[in-house]
């Protein structure tokens, strides 16, 4: 199946600061990729949608300046939490619409990564 | 405002029995849906995709569609104490440009 990859993994930061999530997808090119934010025991929310060569279309409630997103390639995104606070400690998840040996086209999720921000 | 309700359990089945996962939706215009398994502290998998009205069956699973109810469940046959997790039901309303609407899942015990 269709492969996406995360970087980093975790990620644990001050206050502040600012935190860039790379999302990839590994063997297939991907005009859209989708951003996702799970807290606790919650379900996946998603924050935005990002497209290759244009800006990215964020959901209501979401802060575009706060969540910068990046589509630079047909197999890169990238998501940046500006001025990261501690509500921001989260489980990202970025996907990406893949059609693998010609069948329906599915999201495909990266493996999360997760934001502790103390 | 597109929901996916989901009863969160937790839904305890004996191992070897069905296991019956039910997901109702409040957009009549969605065209596409999934279920996605979860374990904890890991990123959703796909488990099954559905698309017309009826069942479809993969391996000891099977999703089953109706539009007019608005309605997706899914069985899962000889259930196995590896198939304990939680079970997210998605929904997508148009092509590929949409993101997926997620219910809070269902969380599924099953006792060896």
């Known amino acids: 199946g269709a492969v996406v990859s995360q970087h980093p993994s975790w990620v644990i930061c001050k206050s502040g600061t600012s935190v860039k999530i790379e999302c990839r997808s590994l063997d297939f090119q991907a005009t859209t990729m989708f951003w996702y934010r799970q807290f606790p025991k919650q379900s996946l929310m998603l924050m935005a949608t990002?497209?290759?060569?244009?800006?990215?279309?964020?959901e209501q409630g979401v802060e575009k300046d706060k969540f910068l997103i990046n589509h630079a390639s047909l197999t890169l995104s990238t998501l940046t939490v500006t001025s990261a606070h501690p509500e921001d400690s989260s489980f990202y998840i970025c996907s990406a619409n893949g059609r693998p040996s010609g069948s329906s086209e599915t999201q495909y999720f990266g493996p999360g990564t997760r934001l502790l921000v103390l | 405002q597109k929901e996916v309700e989901q009863n969160s359990g937790p839904l305890s089945v004996p191992e070897g029995a069905i296991a019956s996962l039910n997901c109702t939706y409040s957009d009549r215009g969605s065209q596409s849906f999934f279920w996605y398994r979860q374990y904890s502290g890991k990123s959703p998998e796909l488990i099954m995709s559905?698309?017309?009205?009826g069942d479809k069956e993969d391996g000891r699973f099977t999703a089953q569609l109706n539009k007019a109810s608005q309605y997706v469940s899914l069985l899962i046959r000889d259930s196995q104490p590896s198939d304990s997790a939680t079970y997210l039901c998605a929904v997508l309303r148009g092509g590929g440009a949409d993101g997926l609407t997620f219910g809070k899942g269902t969380h599924l015990i099953i006792q060896p």
């Open positions: 559905i698309y017309s009205n």
């Open positions: 990002s497209n290759e060569g244009s800006k990215a279309t964020y």
